[in-house]
């Protein structure tokens, strides 16, 4: 476990798995924010991830930023409505926090993860840049008002207490404001984005509209939607292209 000081002086951690001392010199870093965001990462088998550390050599953080449940009501609700960017800042100081590591290589860092998850990483992208090198969003919202008004019914209610309401004008204005797809311009590393073609809690829009829209500013783009995948990729022969796509895309942007 690590932790870091974030903008407003609250401590955030994560878990910080290293890899093998056969790997010398400061080694890459894949950053895998989760989904939720009321969720937690904590320490299990890792499976493909093992991969990354043992053959490519780079480390991984899973840090549970403010959102995360496990550590107090108040904690998780740090990031709620007009909040929101504050859980960015989070991963904005971990980023400083890994320029300090002996070990570590903050010229190359890889920003990921799914729903949520990929939403931090493209916001990620979109105000921090110039500190990483790479990102890959999986399944992730690019715009709060068109996610809130296509995700399925039943969960939309549930998703205005987390995110707010776009029906508010403020809220919605808000929203706008700090959704990627209207801070694209300022992606200026290479993107992957993952989405399966049914995915009915993320609908599939949220991924064709932030690689349409990166990619007029010719910044390279990789795109890979599943036609019988949903919200995450659950097929055996789809995962499996989806961890190799990943391992190429790893290699060319963030190894080399």
């Known amino acids: ?26 080694r890459p870093v894949i ?34 930023v403010r959102g995360s449940t496990g550590y107090g009501k108040t904690f998780t609700k740090l990031d709620n409505g007009f909040r929101r960017e504050d859980s960015v800042k989070d991963i904005g100081a971990l980023l400083d926090w890994i320029a300090e590591q002996q070990g570590l290589d903050k010229d190359r860092i890889l920003v990921t993860g799914g729903s949520y998850g990929g939403y ?18 999986i399944v992730g919202i690019s715009n709060f008002v068109t996610f809130l008004e296509n995700t399925k019914g039943y969960r939309r209610d549930l998703r205005r207490v987390e995110y707010g309401d776009e029906r508010d004008p403020k809220m919605r204005e808000f929203l706008e404001k700090i959704s990627p797809t209207n801070n694209a311009e300022n992606i200026k590393v ?8 049914n995915d009915p ?12 829209t ?5 910044i390279p783009v990789w795109y890979l939607m599943a036609k019988d995948e949903g919200h995450g990729f659950s097929k055996k022969k ?17 190894i080399n």
């Open 1 to 26: 476990m690590v932790r870091w000081k974030s903008f407003d002086d609250r401590t955030i951690s994560g878990f910080l798995y290293r890899p093998p001392a056969k790997f010398t010199g400061k």
């Open 31 to 64: 950053i895998n924010i989760h989904g939720g965001p009321e969720s937690q990462f904590r320490p299990s088998f890792l499976g493909r991830y093992n991969y990354y550390l043992n053959e490519l050599g780079v480390a991984v953080i899973f840090p549970n």
């Open 120 to 137: 931090m990483s493209l916001a990620v992208a979109t105000k921090y840049s110039d500190k990483i090198k790479a990102a890959i969003d």
């Open 190 to 197: 290479p993107l992957f984005v993952i989405h399966g073609k």
């Open 201 to 212: 809690r993320v609908p599939l829009i949220e991924a064709e509209q932030i690689v349409e």
């Open 214 to 218: 990166v990619r007029k500013n010719d």
């Open 238 to 254: 789809n995962r499996d292209f989806q961890f190799y796509s990943t391992v190429m895309f790893i290699k060319e942007f963030l």
